[in-house]
């Protein structure tokens, strides 16, 4: 039996102790990496992180909704978010809804939602120089709309998406006044070839100003009302120029923020007198009928923005539909901008470079493939920090393409992992997306002045970390303690073990386990390194199992209050013998209501709920997920007075096994309320 008991406990110890594997946080910071602090929202997650580049948490802002998808750290110090909205209309990816400014403390400083049956904020936002904040948005035009417009038909409807089209338009918010001062609409710059009727009929290569209704033409991006699914903005003071990333169609524009309203909806007008027609494309020269498959360079890319003053663009190309395999680059080129700020087609009527000034690839290629969002941009030193947002891994590489620093988010809809968690994948294990995804990441220099003054001290990684596993000291292996009329009142065993350390800084207490198949299992608790039980207390157990000797293994675990690990040497076994049998053993009742950690913790599939009652009482216990919803009433009954257990199976009421997460467990009975927490692990 004892054997069976010591087998039973040693496996507790494989389970539940620490994986030495690493699977998230700081993977390398070498003196090459630029300084600075990240800043980073989870995609799945309401909050976002400020981080050094040792992979210690220096700030957070917690928000009441998701982001959707782009943040922000302004000069004065606050984060400009967006927010997601459910929407029962613009069901796609990257649609917000909305846009928050929260001061350094969490406190909301300014909000504007841009969400409603005709139109609705997606993805990025662009924080301008005067204050103001351009939003890129959808706009809802019907399945008449597109016909009148010169749609053919036979491109309206599927895609996943209702019949009609959602062109882009840009708005620009005044954020003192909330009113918007200047906006621009696809809608106003279309051109068809199909409808000859239509007054917007022509041909199409003879104008790469305009924006071809019909285009892309055949494949599941030609039917579907997210027809153009911009996913970027960037602005340059300089130029007064907007850039976007159009990833339907594998091309960036250009168009002149110089214009006034009136103006950005016409052919003329703004500093370039072309009003809001595009200024420059590239990525797909087929978009405009011109050139061959051999001219597209873009491949469902994100995050276009000007680097080098302005000078170059650098794009996270993401590679869906590469010929040559799918695989993601990091792009650089410089646009054909001539000295008097005009954008020079190239002889044969396309807009150049024809080739790449810098390109990152790993090695082998397919090594960075991210299927949606993602980015890259330049930092003080030159490197280049990358998003590889489906796999929610951040690495900066030098100009040569070395790896200098690599991070991989811990963070996944329920909040942080265990460091040696896997980070599960997202639809299914053959998915190119994971639980931590990140739309991007950026970095701010340690001079950046919305840092200026800020507490940034460093509060530990962002990942959990299992308290380290315990030795447990005395009473050693093999120890016999007699217990005797004359010690039963004096004396106790005092248990020892050595002290737990926790990376993320929370408390820890340690339970004391004692067992034996008799007398069961008996824990007590502290939040020092060692307790004392009295002889009576031992003697008791076995009184009353009409036992004069006995073996007893004993261990210690150790909880952070989310996880518990078990000691790295145990279980020990002692023996207790008792030389009389005249020990008073009524069993007592319990002094007062406890609810106990519960045991396993983390655990699968099931774990033991432990309470006292002292009295008779009418019992309620339930589990709650962390936003408070029921998920199963375990017990609501009269129960007697006594130590009391139950197990829970992961289900919910329904019967349904509930997903991997942190959970709640309450108990109450009267007046008497008590919750705890425990990590369900799949």
Not at 614 to 630: A, C, H, K, M, W
Request: glycine content about 10%.
């Amino acid at each position: 039996m004892i054997k069976r008991i010591l087998y039973y406990l040693t496996c507790l110890i494989t389970i539940y102790g620490q994986n030495n594997e690493q699977t998230v946080g700081l993977f390398l910071n070498t003196e090459n990496s630029s300084p600075g602090y990240n800043l980073f929202a989870p995609n799945s997650y309401n909050v976002t992180y400020l981080m050094d580049n040792n992979g210690n948490l220096i700030h957070s802002w917690q928000s009441d909704f998701r982001p959707g998808l782009s943040v922000y750290l302004t000069e004065e110090g606050q984060l400009l978010r967006t927010r997601r909205i459910q929407s029962d209309l613009f069901q796609t990816g990257g649609h917000g809804g909305g846009v928050e400014l929260l001061n350094w403390d969490g406190s909301l400083d300014w909000e504007f939602e841009y969400a409603d049956n005709d139109h609705w904020q997606h993805h990025d936002i662009e924080l301008l120089p005067n204050g103001n904040i351009l939003i890129l948005a959808w706009e809802l035009k019907s399945t008449s709309d597109a016909v009148n417009a010169g749609r053919n038909p036979s491109f309206l409807g599927g895609g996943g998406t209702p019949l009609g089209l959602w062109p882009e338009h840009i708005v620009e918010v005044d954020t003192d006044t909330d009113s918007i001062v200047w906006e621009w609409h696809t809608w106003d710059h279309l051109i068809q070839d199909y409808d000859s009727t239509k007054s917007n009929f022509g041909i199409i290569a003879e104008h790469p100003e305009r924006i071809n209704i019909n285009f892309p033409q055949g494949g599941p991006l030609s039917h579907g009302g997210d027809w153009l699914h911009i996913n970027s903005i960037d602005y340059n003071a300089d130029l007064d120029q907007i850039l976007l990333s159009v990833h339907h169609w594998g091309e960036i524009w250009v168009i002149d923020h110089s214009t006034t309203t009136a103006e950005a909806a016409s052919d003329s007008g703004g500093n370039n007198g072309r009003g809001g027609n595009i200024l420059y494309r590239w990525g797909n020269t087929t978009a405009y009928n011109m050139g061959n498959i051999g001219l597209r360079f873009l491949y469902g890319q994100h995050d276009a923005r000007w680097i080098n003053d302005g000078s170059q663009i650098m794009i996270f190309n993401n590679g869906i539909g590469r010929p040559d395999g799918p695989y993601s680059s990091v792009d650089v080129l410089s646009p054909t901008l001539n000295s008097i700020n005009v954008y020079e087609m190239d002889s044969s009527g396309y807009f150049g470079p024809d080739s790449l000034d810098w390109r990152y690839i790993e090695s082998p290629p397919t090594q960075l493939f991210s299927s949606n969002i993602s980015g890259a941009h330049v930092l003080d030193n030159g490197n280049t920090l990358i998003t590889d947002g489906a796999h929610g891994r951040y690495f900066e590489v030098d100009s040569s393409g070395n790896t200098v620093w690599d991070y991989i988010n811990p963070i996944i809809h329920n909040g942080p992992l265990y460091q040696g968690q896997p980070v599960p994948p997202m639809g299914g294990p053959n998915s190119n997306m994971f639980a931590n995804h990140t739309f991007r990441i950026h970095r701010y220099s340690p001079y950046y002045p919305g840092l200026v003054g800020q507490d940034l001290i460093p509060q530990g990684p962002l990942e959990f970390y299992y308290p380290t596993p315990v030795e447990i000291l005395t009473p050693e292996q093999g120890d016999t303690i007699l217990v005797t009329e004359e010690n039963i009142d004096s004396d106790f065993i005092s248990f020892t073990w050595s002290v737990s350390t926790d990376l993320n800084n929370d408390s820890l207490t340690y339970d004391l386990i004692l067992f034996n198949s008799n007398i069961g299992s008996h824990y007590f608790t502290t939040s020092s390194n060692h307790i004392e039980i009295s002889y009576q207390t031992i003697a008791d157990f076995m009184v009353n199992e009409n036992s004069s000797v006995m073996d007893i293994l004993w261990n210690v675990r150790v909880s952070d209050g989310l996880a518990e690990v078990m000691s790295s040497n145990g279980p020990f076994i002692f023996n207790v013998g008792v030389i009389f049998l005249s020990v008073d053993s009524d069993n007592l009742q319990p002094d007062n209501f406890l609810l106990y950690p519960n045991f396993p913790n983390p655990f699968n599939p099931t774990t033991t709920l432990r309470y006292d009652l002292p009295q008779n009482s009418f019992v309620n216990i339930t589990i709650y997920d962390l936003n408070g919803r029921e998920v199963k009433k375990l017990v609501r009954s009269e129960q007697v007075s006594g130590n009391h257990s139950l197990t829970w199976n992961g289900t919910n009421d329904q019967g349904k096994l509930v997903s991997a997460g942190v959970y709640l467990y309450q108990i109450q009975s009267g007046e008497f309320v008590q919750t705890k927490k425990m990590v369900l692990m799949k």
